[in-house]
């Protein structure tokens, strides 16, 4: 599984990254954790507020931080 962290590198969006390698190290497996920074990039998903959340290459979640629980939730 992929997941993406789309953001441009602002408070928000570096937490939910860590909160996503978190909800990883809870739910084991072999799972890719990506940030994504670039503009350009985040513009392909048609995201128009970050953080945003990608799974397996489809948005989940957008404009908000998620929990650990939440994003566990979102993954599985």
Do not use: W
């Amino acid at each position: 599984m992929k997941i993406e962290v789309l953001g441009t590198g602002c408070a928000k969006c570096k937490a939910l990254e860590e909160v996503a390698k978190e909800a990883i190290g809870k739910i084991g497996g072999f799972h890719q954790v990506v940030k994504v920074e670039d503009i350009v990039q985040i513009m392909k998903y048609n995201v128009v507020s970050t953080p945003a959340l990608v799974v397996d290459g489809k948005v989940v979640s957008s404009g908000k931080l998620l929990n650990v629980d939440e994003v566990i939730k979102l993954i599985s």
